[in-house]
């Protein structure tokens, strides 16, 4: 079979180009994490063994992760927030220093009102303000900090597919 390649996302920069199978394969796992590489096989038209392969590539690339996906609050994290920070000078310190944090889930650079987003994950309102009083303020070059605190999720899903 032919396969041709994906075109990279606009602004992922050098990503991996990935054919057609792949993404098949990518969508199957983001309909089940668990579905059996045989069953992928099946639906894509690869044999086991080379699903394993491909699944094993996409890891090892970065291109995917294969996690379980949990409540924060059934798991003792009651308070979650979204923290829009403004900085004075390069982004990349401060952008690292927060994906060093284990609190925080996740990092973007943006281009609005904030220089970057990081969303946090607390055990309460009091390790919220640790995080932010005394970690996220501090940093060099974190010139101010806005909270967005989570009340209820209503969507946290990672089925955005292949498109």
Known sequence: MVSRSAEPRPGSGSSPAIDSVS???????QEDGR????????AVGLSE???RQRVQ??????????????DPLTVGFRRQA??????????????????????VEYVVVTAGSFD??????????????EMINRRIRTLPG???TESFVYLKLKKQTY????R
């Open 49 to 51: 063994a080379a699903v």
């Open 57 to 70: 590539k996409l890891l090892d690339q970065g291109v995917m992760q294969i996690v379980a996906v949990t």
């Open 23 to 29: 993404l098949a394969i990518i969508q199957q796992l």
């Open 82 to 103: 979204m923290v829009g920070i403004n900085v004075e000078g390069d982004l990349d310190p401060v952008a690292d220093a927060l994906t060093d944090m284990a609190e």
């Open 159 to 162: 089925m955005w597919g292949t």
């Open 142 to 144: 974190v010139r101010s």
């Open 116 to 129: 970057l987003l990081a969303e946090i994950v607390c055990e309460d309102d009091d390790h919220l303000l």
């Open 35 to 42: 579905r059996p590489y045989a069953a992928i096989g099946k």
